[in-house]
């Protein structure tokens, strides 16, 4: 099946209103936080080592995001994944900055290779460097990505059984057979600080919609509508703003007041040719 209801997946995220455990970086927790809360979901903010297993058991998807590391941060996150994994629950994970540094590099490979994720999701440069499909980062900014990261994304979704996301003016989603080009969006998405790891939240959001233990088409499928909503958001706040103060404030009252056959309608929703 290749149509995403997006409308069904936003009404399921607003009538479960699933609890999303976050890990996330310290520029962005409050933003993450509202992003969650506006579309309808439960944030949950925990780091401590005593208690994100316990935490990560309960919610209804654990998102991971390592921009601001230390090795606390890295030893929750695995305390936090290893215990999702064991329930059950879907992982996501956000590998910001990873080809910036060897410490990044070391720790998204660390993390990639000892938990079991549902969504991996990076803007397009992150995601090409971590594939070995050629891609650039200064800093946590994408600086280009290679014409063939669609075709590494496949195949790394398919041997890791998980659904991979790069991110950028067009989004690129695959369950490792399928491959989605989502082309929604406005440029002041990236004038504000986090937008990424915002998308990084809400796809918890939806991976929690989809359910405990499911496939990477389940996840993929939660991810297209997820990012789609976002990214229509992301539009109807661009109308609305005059620069990027006001647009993150109009982007969480989009999320908020957000139509689902309105969302359905506008979509630039393409599954690319096997």
Known sequence: MTTVDVAAWLDKVRRERPLVHNITNLVVTNVAANGLLAIGASPVMAYAKQEVADMARI????????????EDVVEA?????????????????????????????????RLTGELQLAILRGNAGEIGVLLGAGGEVKGVDSQGAASGLPEAMRRYASAHGCCVIATGPTDYVTDGERVWALSN???????????????TAILGAFAAAAGRGQDAAAYAEAAV???TCYNVAGE?????????????????DALYHLDGAYVSEVAKIEVLPA
Do not use: W
Request: aromatic residues 4%; proline residues 6%.
């Open 59 to 70: 919610a209804g998807a654990l998102a991971l995001n390592m921009g601001t590391l230390d």
């Open 77 to 109: 996150m695995r305390i936090a994944g290893q215990a999702a994994n064991a329930a059950g629950v879907p992982v996501v994970f956000d590998p910001v900055g990873v080809g910036a540094t060897p410490y990044r590099n070391e720790v998204a490979e």
């Open 185 to 199: 969006g406005h440029p002041l998405m990236a004038a504000i600080t986090g937008s990424g790891c915002v998308a």
């Open 225 to 227: 509508a997820a990012l």
């Open 236 to 252: 109807l706040a661009a109308d609305k703003a005059q620069g990027p103060g006001t647009f993150q404030a109009a982007l969480f």
